[in-house]
T-cell receptor
Framework: QQQVKQSPQSLIVQKGGIPIINCAYE??????FPWYQQFPGKGPALLIA?????SEKKEGRFTISFNKSAKQFSLHIMDSQPGDSATYFC?????????????FGQGTELSVKP | DGGITQSPKYLFRKEGQNVTLSCEQN?????MYWYRQDPGQGLRLIYY???????QKGDIAEGYSVSREKKESFPLTVTSAQKNPTAFYLC???????????FGDGTRLSIL
């Protein structure tokens, strides 16, 4: 119930393509769903986050789609660029009173070819 | 610049040795966290602290210890009881229990 399952493990797209990374969760108490981007040798950096009261959120070229009934959420990267090549993690949190603990997916290594 | 500083960037441990990883933040955040990252396993929570002088075990606390004597600092000790310490260790902080969490650039620990 505490797990967040992320797929695919790796993804290769051409420049300009739209990579899609999916995550699924079981615990309906989760109420905060962030996506982090990590470059080699660096810490993860927050990209975009969503709460269950909305079905979609866009920030620049990054979009989160959220399906509460299916307990799934996904990240879409529009017009992908080689600089987007990184590892992406989804996560979930149960909110206040739970220490703000984040449960992370296993990560997706994205490669955008020129 | 406000942020989280982890040091050292690389650390080597000998058999039977305890080592301490440093994490300092100047974001005035109340909550701090330690994660361990292994290839293909995402990030797993070791310990977290919501206020000074208080901390809780995460999912994989065995073989690790922490202290929180100052708001800005949350050092992690990897003890000799941790039999598989080779990993990338990440420190994070947030405002109370709220999100988002901000991460440092990690310490890579290896065994000599």
């Amino acid at each position: 119930q505490q797990q967040v399952k992320q797929s695919p493990q790796s993804l290769i797209v051409q420049k300009g393509g739209i990579p899609i990374i999916n995550c699924a969760y079981e615990n309906t108490a989760f109420d905060y769903f962030p996506w982090y981007q990590q470059f080699p040798g660096k810490g993860p950096a927050l990209l975009i986050a969503i709460r269950p009261d909305v079905s979609e959120k866009k920030e620049g070229r990054f979009t989160i789609s959220f399906n509460k009934s299916a307990k799934q959420f996904s990240l879409h990267i529009m017009d992908s660029q080689p600089g987007d090549s990184a590892t992406y993690f989804c996560a979930a949190s149960k909110g206040r009173g739970q220490g703000g603990k984040l449960i992370f997916g296993q990560g997706t290594e994205l490669s955008v070819k020129p | 610049d406000g942020g989280i500083t982890q040091s050292p960037k690389y650390l080597f441990r000998k058999e039977g040795q305890n080592v301490t990883l440093s994490c300092e933040q100047n974001l005035n955040h109340d909550a701090m966290y330690w994660y361990r990252q292994d290839p293909g396993q995402g990030l797993r929570l070791i310990y977290y602290s919501q206020i000074v002088n208080d901390f809780q075990k995460g999912d994989i606390a065995e073989g690790y210890s922490v202290s929180r004597e100052k708001k800005e600092s949350f050092p992690l000790t990897v003890t000799s009881a941790q039999k598989n310490p080779t990993a990338f260790y990440l420190c994070a902080s947030s405002s109370r229990e709220a999100q988002p969490q901000h991460f440092g650039d990690g310490t890579r620990l290896s065994i000599l």
